[in-house]
């Protein structure tokens, strides 16, 4: 069946729905360059009320499978590709691609001139679109006001046993984050973005993780207050939106990318280490350079590609943030390293750096 994908920019693109439309959706329309992923993409809170375009023209050609999801159903509102397999060519495949958006009632559109949509995309930005079977657009819903609410945790839960205890700050966290930290010998209690101080120092956490998470960092400046009170308290890893939230506790600011970064290929400038690393990356916000002067944060990380501000560390607190995924899921492996730089300072009770 015929599908159009109507974007706020005036462009219409066409294709067929390999999952069927029971009415017409709308979302933030980006795009992601990894070559593989899908799976992980799918499942990442931070993909809470957008439509994701894959780049690459080929996808589903190795299924979906019952051990990388981030999160424990997808979160996009509808996927965009050149070609979907029908296979899934692995042996650990469970499911084809279309198999598990059609349990979810999330469409497929398949056979779109992904080239040129993406093209429109950054040249004109991430925008809102719609995704109908008319070929005449209606209006455009806005996007949605607070989507942190809908994909943090609802209660606390705690994994892992032993060694340090680290308090994971929900705004919308893969699991690959949480794994990270229990393969490291962690108990990590997760807990809803909204705890209140006295129940996080309830716990007696030795760290804090604030994860990653959907929309606009502005949308949370109501919790800035309490992010800065346990900030300035506990040892301190930021991951993405936590990163940006980081910068706006202290008084710098964010603005949005035109597209922003999403793929598994993004090269990222270590200021201490001296060297380049590749990230994996998923986010449309970044904290403005100019903003910092007047913080307590340095920056570390710096995006080879434009500038950008891709991590930082406080002066003189035991805080260390980063714009991209540490856990590198999916892929590449290169900043692991980023969970034990945090977990040295927990154990120490140091500086990140002086």
């Given amino acids: 069946m015929k599908a159009y994908l109507h974007l706020a920019s005036g462009k219409t693109f066409s294709g067929e729905l390999a999952v069927p439309l029971a009415e017409k959706v709308s979302g933030e329309i980006v795009f992601f360059t990894g070559m593989t992923g899908y799976q992980e993409v799918l499942t990442d809170p931070s993909y809470k009320n957008q439509m994701i375009v894959f780049t690459y023209p080929l996808i589903g050609n190795y299924g979906i499978n019952e051990e990388d999801f981030e999160s424990k159903r997808p979160h996009v509102e509808a996927?965009?590709?050149y070609e979907a397999s029908r296979e899934g060519f692995h042996y650990g495949a469970k499911y084809s691609l279309a198999e598990y958006l059609r349990h979810w009632n999330i469409p497929l559109l398949t056979h779109v001139d992904t080239r040129a949509l993406v093209k429109e995309i950054r040249t004109e930005g991430t925008m809102m679109t719609e995704l109908s079977l008319s070929s005449v657009p209606s209006v455009f819903r806005e996007e949605a006001a607070f989507p942190v609410r809908a994909v943090s945790t609802k209660?606390?839960?705690?994994?892992?046993r032993g060694g340090p205890h680290i308090v994971l700050l929900d705004f919308g966290y893969k699991k690959?984050?949480?794994?990270s930290l229990v393969a490291r010998g962690c108990q990590v209690t997760v807990v809803p973005h909204d705890t209140t101080p006295e129940a996080i120092e309830a716990l007696?956490?030795?760290?804090l993780v604030l994860s990653n998470g959907p929309g606009d960092p502005k949308q949370l400046r109501h919790q800035l207050p309490v992010i800065r009170q346990l900030i300035d308290r506990y040892p301190t890893l930021a991951i993405c939106l936590g990163h940006q939230l980081v910068a706006l506790a202290y008084g710098a600011d964010?603005?949005?990318l035109r597209f922003g970064h999403r793929g598994a290929n993004q090269p990222v400038w270590d200021a201490v280490k001296q060297n380049v690393v590749m990230t994996s990356q998923n986010h449309s916000y970044v904290v403005k350079e100019d903003s910092l002067a007047a913080t307590p944060?340095?920056?570390?990380?710096?995006n080879v590609n434009d500038g950008s501000i891709e991590g930082m560390i406080h002066r003189h607190k035991p805080i260390l943030s980063v714009q991209y995924h540490p856990e590198a899921h999916p892929g590449p492996h290169d900043t692991g390293y980023i969970f034990d730089e945090f977990l040295q300072t927990v154990a120490k009770g140091e500086k990140v750096y002086a």
Avoid: H, N, W
């Fill in 79 to 81: 996927v965009i590709v």
């Fill in 254 to 256: 964010t603005e949005k």
């Fill in 155 to 160: 209660r606390m839960e705690t994994y892992g």
């Fill in 297 to 302: 944060l340095a920056i570390r990380f710096i």
């Fill in 176 to 179: 690959s984050i949480l794994r």
């Fill in 204 to 207: 007696k956490p030795d760290g």
